[in-house]
């Protein structure tokens, strides 16, 4: 198979509130300047394009038509879109480097979540005729997920409030984050998880600190392939594993303290070789239940730069994952790094990157066709 | 290095406007029950599911994909979910068929539906939320303007979409799964029925339908184990310009030529209307048939009505336009694109019946959507070229 890596990675900054339409175009259109600009490539360098994005986010039909005005699309370009996070377009984005269809290829992934009322607005995912109907909001069903876990003594709050901490913490270093630019937190982590757990629930068992800000934002990876992203990175993000799946979108028919889906993906991507991990998790007992699910161990060091709890800009957060994982290899913090990001209620849907240091060209360690 | 792949089978429901008796997941199980039936195989024989549709607020359920998994077959797999407007069901082949071109699967499933009857495509259209430009609701009135266009450029007689209607009514009547099935349809009838858009009479504008379609591909491994004919990929394309802006042709888009043209060079066809045996064509009202015959490349600009006037487009014609009687005769909008599709994979392995184009070995299938922006189409045959 052709090697193919991330070359580039660029995100808006998270807020709670943009200004933006829900269209996308104004977040968009600053962060493929910067990335453009990082990677001295122009639209006309790139052979495929491809975008995740809702209508039920955006409050109207064909919201990702308009996004295509953030690209400058004329003359035409190869071009496509999914309803789903932007990391999924990525993964199309690959396909198309594979096919040798592009050499080069950008997905970006964009969501204004603070356009409607978000937990309302995810509840019209459930079954249509059966569950939408008694609007259980996605907060709640969170909470039942994390209930499920603490009655099975698989994990407590305070484990819960000790990943909202760390969290935080390295929120506050991330500048991109919602969380840097409006607080909290103590800095102590051992005075602030008691702090935490001192405070009232939204959604018994989950407090505020449990769950993901509502945010407003985008994101936008490039990809290339193997002699282009030599001569493009010094250090590109080779993707040795590239895999998701999905449970079933019936609640009642899942073992919601485990995520099958994420388990299988990793697997199959290798997961468990990781020293540093990237994990959507918009609630804090989801990433106690995906570092299980990939089998990762108490020395990778998980969400450096403050995760889905720092900011989770729906449709573009688990691009960020990607894209924040392949910085950790770009810059060289880290030569095995994992990304992962997720999609329906109660993590249903998971996809999971692996991304290496070492040129595969010199190892041989490269995805083969199955 | 680019994989062979091809269609092993095709699957698709009656479309009509109230599919009542079914859920939206039985909707779709009932297309997929046929193309796996179709390609012979079992559902757990497949690797992965792409699913493609049209706005989600067509049926008002948010990633519908979720829901469905079960009903997919999907659970323990990948699942994609496709959405590029009207050409998503081109578009939703394309990425199925790009998972085995890439190497990463064998199997893959796709699937595309539109119920419309769940909720009202008027409404999910006319939202105008602010600092946005509004989709300019109701897909007639938008692209009456651009119809008026072409005859004026053309100067095609006024009667030809009316010979499309009726043709591609006829053609409906031959395919059993069609919504209208209309034998007797004429020219004479399609001129008296009502005005809606000038020049788009009733007869020539599509319905709303409830339907799902579905889409066995395989690799070159499972298609030569497959004990069927199967339709072989020869070439894909799809290209995106924007809805609006200083210098687009509404009625000869570049995309759509684009598209065409990068189609045809992969395909190794040179002369498309002596190479290609039949077309499935994504005409929601019955003008677009001559003007994508333009854009296509079937015909010079200003040409392509000739075409539909002589009867090359009738299903004994030199270039059979729609024999399945097209979207004039079945629009469940995110399935009229991979129906297209389908359509084409079942001419080339003599599976269309009552419909089949007699001797077709090479057949395009087309799809477009926006504001005439997106653009999808393939070319499948009888052997792997």
């Given at each position: 198979?052709?090697?193919?890596?991330?070359i580039?990675?660029?995100?808006?900054?998270?807020e709670?509130?943009s200004p933006?339409?829900?269209?996308?175009?104004e977040m968009l259109?600053?962060?493929?300047?910067?990335?453009?600009?990082?990677?001295?490539?122009?639209?006309?360098?790139?052979g495929?394009?491809?975008?995740?994005s809702?209508?039920?986010?955006?409050?109207?039909?064909?919201?990702?038509?308009?996004?295509?005005?953030?690209?400058?699309a004329?003359?035409p370009?190869?071009?496509?879109?999914?309803?789903?996070?932007?990391?999924?377009?990525l993964?199309?984005?690959?396909?198309k480097?594979?096919?040798?269809e592009?050499?080069i290829?950008?997905?970006?992934?964009f969501?204004?979540?603070?356009?409607?009322?978000?937990?309302r607005?995810l509840?019209l995912?459930?079954?249509?005729y059966?569950?939408?109907?008694?609007?259980p909001?996605?907060?709640?069903?969170?909470?039942?997920?994390?209930r499920?876990?603490?009655d099975?003594g698989?994990w407590?709050?305070?484990?819960?409030?000790?990943v909202?901490?760390?969290?935080?913490?390295?929120?506050?270093?991330?500048?991109?984050?919602?969380a840097?630019?409006t607080?909290?937190?103590?800095?102590?982590?051992?005075?602030?998880?008691?702090?935490?757990?001192s405070?009232?629930?939204v959604?018994?068992p989950?407090?505020?600190?449990?769950?993901?800000p509502?945010?407003?934002g985008a994101?936008?990876?490039?990809?290339?392939?193997?002699?282009?992203a030599?001569?493009?990175c010094?250090?590109?993000?080779?993707?040795?594993g590239?895999?998701h799946?999905t449970d079933?979108?019936?609640?009642?028919?899942?073992?919601?303290?485990?995520?099958p889906?994420?388990?299988?993906?990793?697997?199959?991507?290798?997961?468990?070789?990781?020293?540093v991990?990237e994990?959507?998790?918009?609630?804090?007992?989801q990433?106690?239940?995906?570092?299980r699910a990939?089998?990762l161990?108490?020395?990778?060091?998980?969400?450096?730069?403050?995760?889905?709890?720092?900011?989770?800009p729906?449709?573009?957060?688990?691009?960020?994952r990607?894209?924040?994982a392949?910085t950790?290899i770009?810059s060289?913090?880290?030569?095995?790094?994992?990304?992962?990001?997720?999609?329906?209620?109660?993590?249903?849907?998971?996809?999971?990157?692996l991304?290496?240091?070492v040129?595969?060209?010199?190892?041989?360690?490269?995805?083969?066709a199955r | 290095?680019?994989?062979?792949?091809a269609v092993?089978?095709?699957g698709q429901?009656q479309h009509?406007?109230k599919?009542a008796?079914v859920?939206?997941?039985?909707?779709?199980?009932?297309?997929?029950?046929?193309a796996?039936?179709?390609?012979g195989l079992s559902?757990?024989?497949?690797?992965a599911?792409?699913?493609?549709?049209a706005?989600?607020?067509?049926?008002g359920?948010?990633m519908?994909?979720?829901?469905?998994?079960?009903a997919?077959?999907?659970?323990?797999?990948?699942?994609?979910r496709v959405?590029t407007a009207?050409?998503?069901?081109?578009?939703?082949?394309?990425?199925?068929?790009s998972l085995?071109?890439?190497?990463?699967?064998?199997?893959?499933?796709?699937?595309?539906?539109?119920?419309?009857?769940?909720s009202?495509?008027m409404w999910a259209?006319?939202?105008?939320p602010p600092?946005?430009?509004p989709?300019l609701?109701?897909?007639g009135g938008?692209?009456?303007?651009?119809?008026?266009?072409?005859?004026r450029?053309?100067?095609?007689p006024?009667?030809?979409?009316?010979?499309?209607?009726?043709?591609?009514?006829?053609?409906g009547a031959?395919?059993?799964?069609?919504?209208?099935?209309?034998?007797d349809?004429?020219t004479?009838q399609?001129?008296?029925?009502?005005?809606?858009?000038?020049?788009v009479?009733y007869?020539?504008t599509?319905?709303s339908?409830?339907?799902?379609c579905?889409?066995?591909?395989?690799?070159?491994a499972?298609?030569?184990?497959?004990?069927?004919?199967?339709a072989w990929?020869?070439?894909?394309?799809?290209?995106?310009?924007?809805t609006m802006?200083?210098?687009?042709?509404?009625?000869?888009p570049?995309?759509?030529?684009?598209a065409a043209?990068a189609?045809?060079e992969?395909?190794?066809?040179?002369?498309p209307?002596?190479?290609i045996?039949a077309?499935e064509?994504y005409v929601p009202?019955?003008?677009?048939?001559?003007?994508w015959?333009?854009?296509l490349?079937?015909a010079?600009a200003?040409?392509?009505w000739r075409?539909?006037?002589?009867?090359?487009?009738?299903i004994?014609?030199s270039?059979?336009?729609?024999?399945?009687?097209?979207?004039?005769?079945?629009?469940p909008?995110?399935?009229?694109?991979?129906?297209?599709?389908?359509?084409s994979?079942?001419?080339?392995t003599?599976?269309?019946?009552q419909?089949?184009?007699a001797?077709?070995?090479?057949?395009l299938?087309h799809?477009?959507?926006?504001?005439?922006?997106y653009?999808?189409m393939?070319?499948?045959?009888d052997?792997p070229?």
């Amino acid at each position: 198979m052709t090697d193919v890596a991330v070359i580039g990675f660029a995100q808006a900054p998270g807020e709670r509130h943009s200004p933006a339409t829900t269209n996308g175009v104004e977040m968009l259109v600053p962060i493929f300047g910067e990335i453009f600009k990082a990677t001295g490539l122009t639209k006309d360098d790139i052979g495929f394009w491809c975008s995740g994005s809702s209508d039920y986010l955006a409050g109207r039909a064909f919201s990702f038509v308009s996004a295509v005005d953030a690209i400058g699309a004329f003359p035409p370009v190869m071009e496509s879109h999914v309803e789903m996070d932007g990391a999924w377009a990525l993964y199309e984005a690959w396909l198309k480097i594979l096919t040798g269809e592009a050499e080069i290829a950008l997905a970006y992934g964009f969501g204004k979540s603070s356009a409607g009322n978000l937990r309302r607005v995810l509840a019209l995912q459930l079954d249509p005729y059966l569950v939408a109907p008694l609007w259980p909001d996605s907060v709640s069903i969170a909470a039942l997920q994390a209930r499920a876990g603490i009655d099975a003594g698989l994990w407590t709050e305070a484990e819960m409030a000790q990943v909202a901490a760390r969290s935080q913490a390295d929120a506050r270093g991330n500048p991109k984050a919602v969380a840097a630019r409006t607080g909290g937190g103590t800095g102590d982590p051992g005075g602030e998880v008691a702090e935490l757990l001192s405070r009232p629930y939204v959604a018994d068992p989950l407090r505020a600190h449990d769950c993901a800000p509502v945010t407003d934002g985008a994101a936008v990876v490039i990809l290339a392939s193997g002699g282009r992203a030599r001569a493009l990175c010094d250090r590109p993000a080779w993707i040795t594993g590239f895999e998701h799946r999905t449970d079933s979108g019936s609640l009642g028919a899942r073992d919601l303290t485990v995520s099958p889906s994420a388990a299988s993906a990793g697997r199959a991507a290798g997961a468990a070789r990781a020293q540093v991990a990237e994990l959507h998790a918009p609630f804090t007992h989801q990433e106690i239940i995906l570092r299980r699910a990939f089998e990762l161990g108490d020395q990778v060091r998980i969400n450096p730069s403050g995760g889905a709890l720092g900011g989770n800009p729906m449709f573009a957060a688990g691009l960020a994952r990607i894209g924040s994982a392949a910085t950790e290899i770009m810059s060289g913090q880290a030569d095995v790094a994992l990304a992962h990001a997720t999609s329906g209620p109660a993590l249903q849907q998971n996809l999971v990157c692996l991304m290496e240091a070492v040129d595969p060209a010199l190892t041989g360690r490269r995805l083969s066709a199955r | 290095m680019k994989q062979r792949a091809a269609v092993l089978g095709t699957g698709q429901t009656q479309h009509r406007s109230k599919r009542a008796d079914v859920s939206m997941a039985g909707l779709c199980r009932e297309a997929i029950d046929r193309a796996l039936a179709d390609a012979g195989l079992s559902g757990d024989q497949i690797d992965a599911v792409v699913l493609g549709k049209a706005p989600d607020l067509f049926e008002g359920v948010m990633m519908p994909e979720l829901y469905l998994a079960d009903a997919l077959g999907a659970v323990g797999k990948p699942l994609l979910r496709v959405h590029t407007a009207g050409s998503v069901g081109g578009a939703t082949g394309l990425v199925a068929a790009s998972l085995i071109q890439a190497g990463v699967h064998r199997r893959v499933l796709a699937v595309a539906f539109e119920k419309q009857s769940e909720s009202n495509a008027m409404w999910a259209l006319s939202i105008s939320p602010p600092f946005s430009m509004p989709v300019l609701a109701g897909a007639g009135g938008y692209f009456a303007p651009h119809i008026r266009s072409y005859i004026r450029r053309s100067g095609a007689p006024v009667h030809i979409g009316a010979i499309v209607a009726a043709k591609d009514r006829r053609n409906g009547a031959r395919n059993p799964y069609a919504h209208l099935r209309q034998a007797d349809k004429t020219t004479e009838q399609v001129l008296a029925s009502p005005m809606l858009w000038d020049p788009v009479r009733y007869d020539e504008t599509c319905p709303s339908s409830d339907g799902a379609c579905a889409i066995v591909l395989g690799d070159q491994a499972a298609a030569e184990a497959s004990d069927q004919p199967v339709a072989w990929i020869r070439a894909t394309s799809m290209r995106t310009e924007p809805t609006m802006f200083s210098g687009k042709d509404n009625v000869n888009p570049r995309a759509g030529a684009d598209a065409a043209a990068a189609l045809w060079e992969s395909a190794g066809i040179t002369s498309p209307i002596d190479q290609i045996d039949a077309a499935e064509i994504y005409v929601p009202f019955s003008w677009f048939e001559p003007m994508w015959l333009e854009n296509l490349g079937f015909a010079q600009a200003g040409q392509g009505w000739r075409l539909t006037e002589s009867g090359d487009t009738e299903i004994t014609g030199s270039i059979p336009v729609n024999p399945s009687g097209g979207v004039l005769s079945s629009n469940p909008i995110g399935a009229s694109g991979l129906l297209r599709f389908a359509e084409s994979a079942m001419q080339v392995t003599g599976k269309a019946g009552q419909h089949q184009v007699a001797g077709a070995r090479t057949a395009l299938g087309h799809a477009y959507g926006g504001g005439s922006q997106y653009f999808s189409m393939w070319v499948v045959a009888d052997t792997p070229g």
